[in-house]
């Protein structure tokens, strides 16, 4: 059961109009309606309408409708291009280094070049 169909029950239980507890909380008659029409209520705008009624929120608002949200979720499933298994090593592409790293191959040290080029920065 959803949070406006709880709310509208305990209205009913408790004898209060909506415009009643419009009055009570300061809002417009039509802000109490879109409540009562929401699958989820905020936590704040649940804590004034209990302060309001003069229970406790747990009394208006129980838990089964965040299970009720988590059974409508759709299930996540991984892309099929992607497997859990590890690959083998042989199965990896070897790459060449000096393709990619052009210093490499012509005898100057790497490191010594980075921290010229960094300390130019």
Same mark, same amino acid.
């Given at each position: &059961?959803?949070? @406006?169909? /709880?709310?509208?029950l305990?209205?009913?239980?408790? @004898?209060?109009? $909506?415009?009643? !507890?419009?009055? *009570? &909380?300061?809002?417009?008659?039509? %802000? +109490? %309606?879109?409540? !009562? #029409?929401? =699958?989820? +209520? #905020?936590?704040?705008?649940? %804590? ?8 406790? =929120? ?5 838990? $089964? ?10 299930? !996540? /499933?991984?892309?099929? @291009? ?11 592409? $070897?790459?060449?280094?000096? /393709?990619?790293? @052009?210093? !490499?191959? +012509? #005898?100057?040290? #790497? *490191? =010594?070049?980075q921290?010229?080029?960094?300390? =130019?920065?």
């Amino acid at each position: &059961m959803n949070h @406006g169909d /709880q709310l509208r029950l305990k209205l009913q239980e408790l @004898g209060v109009k $909506k415009k009643k !507890l419009a009055t *009570l &909380m300061g809002v417009h008659a039509n %802000t +109490i %309606t879109q409540w !009562l #029409g929401k =699958e989820v +209520i #905020g936590v704040s705008t649940r %804590t004034r309408i209990a302060e309001a009624l003069s229970v406790a =929120e747990r009394d208006i608002f129980s838990t $089964k409708v965040y299970d009720l949200l988590a059974s409508d979720a759709p299930v !996540l /499933q991984e892309p099929s @291009g992607f497997s859990s298994k590890p690959t083998s090593d042989d199965s990896l592409k $070897k790459l060449d280094a000096f /393709q990619y790293c @052009g210093l !490499l191959n +012509i #005898g100057k040290d #790497g *490191l =010594e070049l980075q921290r010229k080029w960094r300390s =130019e920065w």
